[in-house]
Structure formats: structure tokens, C-alpha cells
């Protein structure tokens, strides 16, 4: 099994770890490798946006196409004399 050395960690991290762990009845140690195994884990993140995931997602359902109404002109502004 491989090691590792973490140097220039800000106290506040550490602290912050050392509480998670606590908090979930582990060591530092270990909970460093949760978190690690859980952020490696994941897969590669995806290039398009969310809408663009959404379209290609729902792609085979196919499609709805909507008339967009012309714009109107601008409204006259309040006044308050």
C-alpha cells in the first residue's frame, strides 16, 4: 500500500478534518482516505452544461418547437411628479 505526505496543510483544514473524523468515529488518517477514495472515485466531469446534458438526455424523446411572440415596445416609464 502507497503513502503519502501532505506538507503546507492550513491549520484550519487540519482542525476541520480532525472534527469530521471525530464526528464519524474515525481517524484523520482514514478519513483522509474517504475522502480521497470518494473524490477520486468520481467520474471525469462532464465538459457541456446542465442544459446541454438535459437536451441530449431527453434527445430520443424528441422535441418541442415554440413560436416565440415578436417583442412588444417598451412601455412608457412612471412618473411620479
Known amino acids: ?6 506538507r503546507n496543510l492550513e491549520e484550519a483544514v487540519k482542525t476541520r478534518l480532525r472534527v ?7 481517524s ?13 472515485g468520481r467520474g471525469p466531469v462532464p ?4 442544459g446541454t446534458a438535459l437536451r ?6 424528441g422535441g418541442v ?4 411572440p415578436a417583442r412588444e415596445p417598451m412601455r412608457d416609464l412612471p412618473r411620479f411628479d
Open 47 to 50: 465538459a457541456e452544461g446542465l
Open 65 to 68: 418547437e415554440l413560436d416565440i
Open 1 to 6: 500500500m502507497a503513502s503519502i505526505i501532505i
Open 20 to 26: 469530521r473524523a471525530a464526528e464519524n468515529g474515525r
Open 28 to 40: 484523520m488518517e482514514e478519513e483522509a482516505r474517504v475522502i480521497l477514495r470518494r473524490a477520486v
Open 56 to 61: 441530449e438526455l431527453f434527445k430520443p424523446l
